[in-house]
């Protein structure tokens, strides 16, 4: 929930623009009357973006001119817009190019000729440049720019720019060679991406030495014996996989280091119920929600994770030197926090922060989507804070330095001990906005609480010390 001070200036006559659109009504208009009207929104969504740069610009320099950090006023527009930090520097690098140093392209925003999207384009691809550069950039796109579409204007935007400095755009090129990295991003249904950035050359040639493997998969070894090449080549045939699938499933199995067939080893954080896990135990069918969650990346259907968990103690069974891990989660009675654990340490270690990483998988202040890789104190240890679950909050590394500027005040609100609801905590920016935040759901967003017990009893399990480790 978001809270902010009395309307008052500005701020009263843009709120009461966004009345009148809620109460535009589409029954009684002609198809040609609503096409236009979503042209004349289209242009006001312009002209919004070009006051919206025009004062975080202004908020930003300000601060600068002083001789003062921008990092608070960055983090208060940043819920403002309610986003991420890195996507508010993102529009504040845009609104102060555009404002100081393309004119033409910050006038065609303010008269809504062109969108949000393709004014960063330009300031994107002309970052590079010198100022002066830029501003001729700027110029000579001005009779065109309200007529191309993404990637004709980003394309005239890098020509022209080459045109001008070519030495700065070689150069852009050789410094993103130090930008090469991997990252992993949660896709629909259960997949996820596996991007990696890097160098053309190098990209192109993985990527030709699998292909290249792919060719030969079906090939079998003319030399070998008879009843080899027999279970060779039915095990060939017995392969249906795409080639997209393949190459996938090749590139995953060298990447972990995976035998062919070897599930995932690597310790998966999998949160489930005792219903989701062991279903048998509880009517023999699998509950209403049966769904499993991996924290900080999304669901999966429960039959999966209970196939996952499975493959892994066959896999056990055969090799004597494998282990697996299971771990116990404990959460209030109604399924949606974890039972908090408390430490008479100063910093969260051991069980409580692995605690903290399963409540808290993302920082938690609003919008920002950044892992939580800082375990904070939310009220400080130096001002009596005690490190416990109640007292801990995840927090992104710039949000945990952001919430020690002055005029930044966070406290908790609900210690989600006491059965009323999630662990909340309140943050209160130097402008006076108020914003709440609660942990996640720990079986993920999206979750909703059970219906009352049917009458079904719960059972104690109690599982074989070889095999699993049980830990709260």
Same mark, same amino acid.
Request: hydrophobic share 45%; charged share 25%.
């Given at each position: ?164 400095? =070519? ?118 069918? =699998? ?186």
């Amino acid at each position: 929930m978001e809270g902010t001070p009395a309307l008052e200036g500005p701020e009263v006559q843009v709120r009461s623009v966004v009345s009148s659109l809620a109460r535009l009504d589409p029954e009684g208009l002609t198809q040609g009357e609503r096409v236009a009207a979503v042209s004349a929104l289209e242009a006001v969504k312009g002209a919004v973006a070009a006051a919206q740069a025009r004062l975080t610009a202004a908020a930003v320099v300000d601060r600068e001119a002083l001789g003062e950090d921008s990092r608070s006023v960055r983090a208060d527009l940043a819920l403002a817009r309610r986003c991420s930090p890195t996507v508010a520097d993102q529009h504040v690098g845009v609104a102060k190019a555009l404002v100081g140093e393309m004119p033409e392209t910050m006038a065609a925003l303010t008269r809504g000729e062109i969108s949000e999207r393709r004014a960063m384009i330009v300031v994107r691809e002309t970052a590079c440049l010198s100022v002066e550069h830029r501003a001729e950039v700027d110029r000579r796109l001005a009779p065109t720019i309200g007529s191309l579409g993404d990637r004709a204007l980003a394309g005239a935007a890098r020509r022209a720019g080459a045109a001008l400095d =070519a030495e700065s755009l070689a150069e852009r090129n050789r410094r993103a060679v130090a930008s090469r990295r991997m990252s992993v991003r949660a896709a629909a249904d259960g997949m996820a991406w596996l991007s990696i950035l890097g160098p053309m050359k190098d990209v192109i040639g993985a990527h030709v030495a699998l292909t290249a493997e792919e060719s030969r998969r079906h090939q079998i070894d003319p030399d070998l014996p008879a009843e080899k090449w027999e279970a060779a080549a039915a095990a060939a045939r017995a392969d249906a996989r795409g080639r997209g699938a393949w190459l996938a499933d090749r590139a995953l199995e060298l990447l972990s280091g995976r035998a062919k067939g070897q599930p995932q080893p690597v310790e998966v954080n999998l949160v489930m119920t005792d219903t989701v896990l062991l279903p048998a135990a509880f009517g023999g069918r =699998a509950p209403d929600d049966d769904v499993a969650v991996i924290p900080g990346w999304g669901p999966i259907p429960g039959s999966e994770a209970r196939a996952h968990l499975a493959a892994l103690l066959d896999h056990a069974d055969a090799d004597d030197q494998s282990t697996v891990w299971l771990r116990r989660l404990f959460t209030a009675p109604s399924g949606r926090d974890l039972v908090a654990l408390d430490s008479k340490r100063r910093r969260f270690l051991g069980g409580l922060r692995r605690f903290l990483e399963l409540r808290d998988p993302t920082c938690r202040v609003p919008w920002c989507d950044a892992p939580a890789v800082e375990a904070d104190h939310v009220e400080a240890v130096h001002d009596g804070g005690a490190t416990t679950g109640a007292n801990a909050g995840g927090m992104c590394t710039r949000h945990n330095l952001v919430k020690e500027e002055p005029g930044w005040h966070v406290r908790v609100e609900s210690t989600g001990l006491d059965g009323t609801g999630a662990h909340g905590i309140r943050i209160t920016t130097p402008t006076g906005r108020v914003h709440d935040s609660a942990a996640p759901p720990v079986l993920g967003e999206g979750w909703s609480e059970p219906e009352p017990d049917d009458g079904v009893p719960r059972v104690d399990f109690a599982f074989p010390t070889r095999r699993f480790e049980l830990a709260a």
